[in-house]
């Protein structure tokens, strides 16, 4: 079964300095894998995916992921944080392509200072 | 707008009552997910449509949940002798049968007192 472990509840950054979100995946399959951001009252947003095309996937809004298959990892990046990035992270996989039946992590919670 | 819509934003209901949730998917999308998201977790996989059938319906909690969508496109979730613990955000999603995403509508927000 497909599963995503997501390692860190909460990050908290200052307005400008890089993030990182972790995210690791279980898959007994070539995984698709997503990050999605969800807002305060508001629905989920696809950032980027991963469909084992170029392993360094460009998102919206300045996000970046790497996929690392020898080290089960998809982490979340973004150079430089704006206040606007605010919300609720939610890396995402996917047990076949062309993204049926998701599986969320526990999702993270970014805050950023002034 | 042509995205996800979802009816009602907001339902509250009593315990034991029957409930609806009503999604329209995206124009010309053939599949369709209902997705719960408890307070502070990540959404859970309840069902999927593929078209009018349900494809895979094994995140569904229990028989009092029920889902249909009978021409292909409007889903309902239906839930019977609602229960406290029901109380939750249910999401609904469209994609491409080979899509390039799962694109979520806003959810409604079910509470059962």
């Known amino acids: 079964a497909q599963s995503v472990t997501q390692l860190d509840s909460h990050v908290s950054v200052s307005e400008g300095t890089p993030v990182l979100l972790r995210c690791n995946y279980s898959?007994?399959?070539?995984?698709?894998l997503f990050w999605y951001v969800q807002h305060p009252n508001k629905g989920l947003q696809l950032l980027l995916k991963?469909?084992?095309?170029?392993?360094l996937v460009k998102g919206i809004n300045g996000f970046e992921a790497e996929f690392k298959k020898s080290e089960t990892s998809f982490h979340l990046t973004k150079p430089s944080a704006h206040m606007s990035d605010a919300a609720e992270y939610f890396c995402?996989?996917?047990?076949?392509?062309?993204?049926?039946?998701?599986?969320f992590g526990q999702g993270t919670r970014l805050t950023i200072n002034p | 707008g042509a995205g996800v819509s979802q009816t009602p934003s907001n339902k509250v209901t009593e315990k034991g009552k029957y409930v609806e949730l009503r999604c329209d998917p995206i124009?010309?999308?053939?599949?369709l997910y209902w997705y719960r998201q408890s307070l502070g977790q990540g959404p859970e996989f309840l069902i999927y449509?593929?078209?009018?059938?349900?494809?895979?319906d094994s995140g569904l909690p229990n028989d009092r949940f029920f889902a249909v969508r009978p021409e292909g496109s409007v889903s309902t979730l239906k839930i019977q002798r609602t229960e406290r613990g029901d109380s939750a955000m249910y999401l609904c999603?469209?994609?491409?049968?080979f899509g390039t995403g799962v694109f979520f509508g806003p959810g409604t927000r079910l509470t059962v007192l």
């Open positions: 995402v996989v996917s047990e076949v392509q062309g993204a049926q039946k998701l599986v």
């Open positions: 991963y469909t084992s095309a170029a392993t």
């Open positions: 449509f593929q078209g009018t059938g349900a494809a895979d």
């Open positions: 898959s007994s399959y070539s995984p698709s």
């Open positions: 124009s010309g999308h053939t599949a």
């Open positions: 999603a469209s994609s491409l049968e």
